[in-house]
Nanobody, 124 residues
Framework: VQLQASGGGLVQAGGSLRLSCAAS????????MGWFRQAPGKEREFVAA????????YYADSVKGRFTISRDNAKNTVYLQMNSLKPEDTAVYYC??????????????????WGQGTLVTVSS
């Protein structure tokens, strides 16, 4: 499956952005999906994940209550709605697909396919 992330940009602190991750090649409903991010000079970190059917979601503590992950399997797309953005949210955001159905992973090792990343910059 090929993943294409989009929706990044420059936003002021307190603002909102919605990231999209469009899949091609295979139906997205076969995969649990996740969002990760990597800030300059830091390691890639887990942000959010959603089960293949959308019934279960998981968030990093740092984004809980501000970010919402969702999916539309009919459109083969996963979303990350980001509200109340902070400068520390600045990073390249990656979407990823996991073929491990039994676990919705929060670690990168669970994910088989990765998008190219979209840059989110939050100014103070």
């Amino acid at each position: 499956v090929q993943l294409q992330a989009s929706g990044g940009g420059l936003v002021q602190a307190g603002g909102s952005l919605r990231l999209s991750c469009a899949a091609s090649g295979r139906t997205l409903s076969r995969y649990n999906m996740g969002w990760f991010r990597q800030a300059p000079g830091k390691e890639r970190e887990f942000v959010a994940a959603i089960s293949w059917g959308g019934g279960s979601t998981y968030y990093a503590d740092s984004v809980k209550g501000r970010f919402t992950i969702s999916r539309d399997n009919a459109k083969n797309t996963v979303y990350l709605q980001m509200n109340s953005l902070k400068p520390e949210d600045t990073a390249v955001y990656y979407c990823a697909a996991s073929g491990v159905w039994s676990v919705v992973g929060t670690g990168a090792e669970y994910y088989d396919y990765w998008g190219q990343g979209t840059l989110v910059t939050v100014s103070s």
